[in-house]
């Protein structure tokens, strides 16, 4: 399966020049949606969580996919490829496809909560989702596992990995190494704290063995004496506002890589984990709009790249140290009431 052509393909190629590197990534998954806790009650969901179809309009990966194309941005779309087990391989081929044909880049995430599932049966394994804690041959199954499921869906090899709810230990990088994978984004210390201080990163990259790793960006909010509080870079997670004052801050700082997180469920307002209802989440829509727009406006600043393109760059670079990013306390007071008002407010 071969990416169509891109606008911004000549721009990522290019070297940073002293530019921060902006990384959009999009986390692409289905839901157990109370599969697990409510056997022969429910059954997992694809459509929904990944679509988000409201009134025949995909208000999730196609809005993202919209977005993208129109500020011109590439991104890596990190696929979970164990979904397999339960659903087999048509839905997230159709979902690879459709990224694929819009030109952007596809990299593998990992769930092994879905090897609970075989043949769309429940199996009676052990309900974990981590990765962390596994070991490395067992994770080096679960990434060959995952490649192979690329592979039966015409995606190019994978050469980045996310995990899971970024649950991460340096097993997971030996065993990426085992397999000849060499960049993750399985790192983000405002959602998953991970056990080693080796992997407490908030910006840049890191050489880990064999592995380059470059966390989800995190930053500080806010702080109170003894006490720093970390927020992802996540468009759900932070206004528009504050994010593009993170990215400018991160520009003024000289901090080189920043990874934004997004998924496409985060641009749907769904009633219950069962997506009874849906209507387009217009706060998040508004967000992601802002600042793609903020980036591709400032291409003398910001670097947009995707992993596919960082996987060639990175080896041949230094490391960036991880910095202490900074946000504005009162861009996160602004957010805390945006947020509370979209959720409590169906037709925002």
């Given at each position: 399966m071969r990416r169509a052509p891109r606008r911004c393909e000549h721009r990522a190629m290019r070297s940073a020049a002293g530019r921060t590197e902006v990384l959009i990534t999009v986390d692409v998954e289905f839901s157990i949606a109370g599969?697990?806790?409510?056997?022969?009650?429910?059954?997992?969901?694809?459509?929904?969580?990944?679509?988000?179809?409201?009134d025949g309009r995909s208000e999730g990966l196609g809005f993202v996919l919209e977005t993208l194309a129109a500020a011109g941005l590439p991104a890596t779309f990190f696929v979970e490829a164990l979904n397999h087990r339960y659903f087999g391989d048509a839905p997230m081929a159709s979902v690879c496809r459709q990224v694929a044909a819009a030109g952007q880049d596809i990299q593998l995430h990992l769930h092994p909560v879905w090897t609970c599932f075989?043949?769309?049966?429940?199996?009676?394994?052990?309900?974990?989702?981590?990765?962390?804690?596994?070991?490395?041959?067992?994770?080096?199954?679960?990434?060959?596992?995952?490649?192979?499921?690329?592979?039966?869906?015409?995606?190019?090899?994978?050469?980045?990995?996310?995990?899971?709810?970024?649950?991460?230990?340096?097993?997971?990088?030996?065993?990426?190494?085992?397999?000849?994978?060499?960049?993750?984004?399985?790192?983000?210390?405002?959602?998953?704290?991970?056990?080693?201080?080796?992997?407490?990163?908030?910006?840049?990259?890191?050489?880990?063995?064999?592995?380059?790793?470059?966390?989800?960006?995190?930053?500080?909010?806010?702080?109170?004496?003894?006490?720093?509080?970390?927020?992802?870079?996540?468009?759900?997670?932070?206004?528009?506002?504050?994010?593009?004052?993170?990215?400018?801050?991160?520009?003024?700082?000289?901090?080189?890589?920043?990874?934004?997180?997004?998924?496409?469920?985060?641009?749907?307002?769904?009633?219950?984990?069962?997506?009874?209802r849906m209507r387009p989440n217009r706060v998040n829509q508004s967000r992601l709009r802002a600042i793609c727009a903020h980036v591709a406006a400032r291409p003398g600043e910001f670097d947009a790249i995707d992993f596919a393109t960082a996987a060639a760059r990175w080896p041949a670079l230094p490391d960036e140290p991880s910095r202490d990013l900074r946000g504005s306390a009162a861009l996160a007071l602004l957010r805390m009431g945006e947020n509370a008002l979209n959720d409590r407010v169906w037709a925002m």
């Amino acid at each position: 399966m071969r990416r169509a052509p891109r606008r911004c393909e000549h721009r990522a190629m290019r070297s940073a020049a002293g530019r921060t590197e902006v990384l959009i990534t999009v986390d692409v998954e289905f839901s157990i949606a109370g599969a697990l806790t409510h056997p022969g009650v429910h059954a997992p969901l694809w459509e929904e969580p990944v679509h988000g179809r409201v009134d025949g309009r995909s208000e999730g990966l196609g809005f993202v996919l919209e977005t993208l194309a129109a500020a011109g941005l590439p991104a890596t779309f990190f696929v979970e490829a164990l979904n397999h087990r339960y659903f087999g391989d048509a839905p997230m081929a159709s979902v690879c496809r459709q990224v694929a044909a819009a030109g952007q880049d596809i990299q593998l995430h990992l769930h092994p909560v879905w090897t609970c599932f075989e043949h769309g049966r429940r199996n009676g394994g052990v309900v974990d989702d981590a990765c962390a804690g596994r070991g490395a041959t067992a994770m080096e199954a679960l990434l060959r596992e995952g490649m192979a499921s690329f592979a039966r869906w015409g995606v190019a090899p994978p050469v980045a990995l996310r995990t899971g709810g970024l649950s991460v230990d340096p097993a997971v990088h030996e065993a990426m190494r085992r397999v000849g994978m060499r960049v993750s984004s399985s790192v983000g210390i405002a959602i998953a704290m991970p056990r080693e201080p080796g992997l407490r990163i908030a910006t840049g990259r890191r050489r880990l063995g064999d592995v380059i790793e470059a966390p989800v960006t995190s930053f500080g909010d806010w702080r109170l004496p003894g006490r720093r509080h970390l927020r992802p870079l996540q468009v759900s997670a932070c206004s528009a506002r504050e994010a593009i004052a993170v990215l400018d801050a991160a520009r003024r700082d000289g901090i080189g890589t920043l990874v934004l997180l997004t998924h496409p469920f985060e641009y749907v307002k769904a009633d219950g984990f069962r997506y009874a209802r849906m209507r387009p989440n217009r706060v998040n829509q508004s967000r992601l709009r802002a600042i793609c727009a903020h980036v591709a406006a400032r291409p003398g600043e910001f670097d947009a790249i995707d992993f596919a393109t960082a996987a060639a760059r990175w080896p041949a670079l230094p490391d960036e140290p991880s910095r202490d990013l900074r946000g504005s306390a009162a861009l996160a007071l602004l957010r805390m009431g945006e947020n509370a008002l979209n959720d409590r407010v169906w037709a925002m």
